[in-house]
């Protein structure tokens, strides 16, 4: 269908705006977009363009009026085109001569009627943002893709396998991101300072990726479901997230222990290292840690070694024991530890 700009509203629900916004009505949406959102190249090239058929606008019908629709996707372009459409609002939010200028060339060329496709409802575009902006052509950043699937979940969805098609994803990818969205939100539950968190979601969802982080928060992931990980840090671990916020991201008293993110998986390591994880918290000082770690790793490679020796020592005159009960219960005891070490080593 075609619509004008009047008939079109912005959605207040776009995952690329900032949590918590509070812009209820369209005139604050639009404020909000106009001072953040970078719309003066956008609105310059639909000045000098025209608007392409080929990218049409994605809307659903508004629910209190059935004349009015609500941008799903294209939200910066509808900016831009109420922009240019309102010299008003341009001289009240003082947006400057460029968009005065913009606005009056738009003027002259006339207002357009423009391409929406509307679908009935939102779930119906879920598939197809999923696809452009998960795993296709303009992919959203990493906290606006975790809130998308957060509100797939709160609108009903109850298995990644299904997000993971509908958006054209992994599962894994879809619970990591979702495990990291609830992780978040449990540290505002608690009040901790998230400011950095929010800033750097990209750093926090590859800590959140870690077996090794997900294992000192108590986290399991394994074969749950969104239900399963609405508040993924069990209570007794709740105070280890606060350490580890601070870890990777400061505080206004207190510098971050890592400096790189390629760190994570060295941090996941010494979390899960007694004498290392004791280090880091009396010192706060990450190479102090790694070098405790070091000392570790080295115990543990000869205990593996001298395993596997004596293994392949018992391995020479074994078949001549099959019916000793003493040989076979060492060998189930021998077994036993093999899989506990497989199961730690193997990531969730």
Same mark, same amino acid.
Do not use: C
């Given at each position: 269908?075609?619509?004008?700009? /009047?008939?079109?509203?912005?959605?207040?629900?776009?995952?690329?705006?900032?949590?918590?916004?509070?812009?209820?009505?369209?005139?604050?949406?639009?404020?909000?977009?106009?001072?953040?959102?970078?719309?003066?190249?956008?609105?310059?090239?639909?000045?000098?363009?025209?608007?392409?058929?080929?990218?049409?606008?994605?809307?659903?019908? &508004?629910?209190?009026?059935?004349?009015?629709?609500?941008?799903?996707?294209?939200?910066?372009?509808?900016? &831009?085109?109420?922009?240019?459409?309102?010299?008003?609002?341009?001289?009240?939010?003082?947006?400057?001569?460029?968009? /005065?200028?913009?606005? &009056?060339?738009?003027?002259?060329?006339?207002?357009?009627?423009?391409?929406?496709?509307?679908?009935?409802?939102?779930?119906?575009?879920?598939?197809?943002?999923?696809?452009?902006?998960?795993?296709?052509?303009?992919?959203?950043?990493?906290?606006?893709?975790?809130?998308?699937?957060?509100?797939?979940?709160?609108?009903?969805?109850?298995?990644?396998?299904?997000?993971?098609?509908?958006?054209?994803?992994?599962?894994?990818?879809?619970?990591?991101?979702?495990? &990291?969205?609830?992780?978040?939100?449990?540290?505002?539950?608690?009040?901790?300072?998230?400011?950095?968190?929010?800033?750097?979601?990209?750093?926090?969802?590859?800590?959140?990726?870690?077996?090794?982080?997900?294992?000192?928060?108590?986290?399991?992931?394994?074969?749950?479901?969104?239900?399963?990980?609405?508040?993924?840090?069990?209570?007794?671990?709740?105070?280890?997230?606060?350490?580890?916020?601070?870890?990777?991201?400061?505080?206004?008293?207190?510098?971050?222990?890592?400096?790189?993110?390629?760190?994570?998986?060295?941090?996941?390591?010494?979390?899960?290292?007694?004498?290392?994880?004791?280090?880091?918290?009396?010192?706060?000082?990450?190479?102090?840690?790694?070098?405790?770690?070091?000392?570790?790793?080295?115990?543990?490679?000869?205990?593996?070694?001298?395993?596997?020796?004596?293994?392949?020592?018992?391995?020479?005159?074994?078949?001549?024991?099959?019916?000793?009960?003493?040989?076979?219960?060492?060998?189930?005891?021998c077994r036993l530890s093999i899989d506990t070490i497989s199961k730690i080593l193997t990531p969730s």
């Open positions: 269908m075609r619509a004008t700009i /009047d008939q079109l509203d912005l959605d207040p629900k776009n995952p690329r705006l900032p949590e918590g916004h509070g812009a209820t009505t369209q005139s604050a949406l639009l404020q909000l977009m106009a001072l953040d959102y970078s719309l003066g190249e956008l609105a310059r090239s639909l000045v000098d363009n025209g608007y392409f058929e080929e990218e049409p606008l994605v809307a659903v019908p &508004a629910k209190k009026s059935p004349d009015r629709y609500v941008v799903v996707e294209g939200n910066r372009r509808l900016a &831009a085109l109420q922009l240019l459409s309102r010299p008003d609002v341009i001289r009240a939010l003082r947006l400057g001569a460029d968009w /005065d200028e913009l606005s &009056a060339e738009w003027a002259s060329h006339g207002a357009p009627d423009l391409p929406v496709l509307v679908y009935p409802d939102r779930r119906y575009v879920t598939p197809f943002l999923g696809f452009r902006h998960i795993s296709g052509v303009k992919p959203w950043e990493p906290p606006e893709k975790a809130r998308f699937i957060n509100d797939l979940v709160e609108a009903g969805a109850d298995r990644f396998a299904n997000i993971a098609r509908e958006v054209g994803s992994t599962v894994q990818s879809v619970r990591d991101s979702y495990v &990291a969205y609830r992780v978040l939100t449990q540290a505002r539950e608690l009040e901790l300072d998230t400011n950095r968190l929010e800033d750097s979601f990209g750093v926090f969802l590859r800590a959140m990726s870690s077996s090794g982080v997900k294992t000192f928060l108590g986290i399991e992931t394994r074969g749950r479901e969104p239900a399963e990980l609405r508040a993924p840090v069990p209570h007794d671990h709740l105070d280890r997230l606060s350490e580890l916020l601070v870890w990777l991201f400061g505080t206004e008293d207190a510098r971050k222990v890592i400096q790189d993110s390629r760190d994570i998986t060295s941090l996941g390591r010494v979390l899960t290292s007694p004498s290392a994880l004791e280090t880091l918290r009396a010192t706060d000082d990450f190479t102090l840690a790694l070098d405790a770690l070091k000392g570790e790793e080295e115990t543990v490679l000869e205990s593996l070694r001298r395993a596997s020796f004596q293994l392949d020592e018992a391995k020479r005159g074994i078949d001549r024991q099959a019916g000793n009960q003493q040989v076979r219960d060492l060998v189930a005891r």
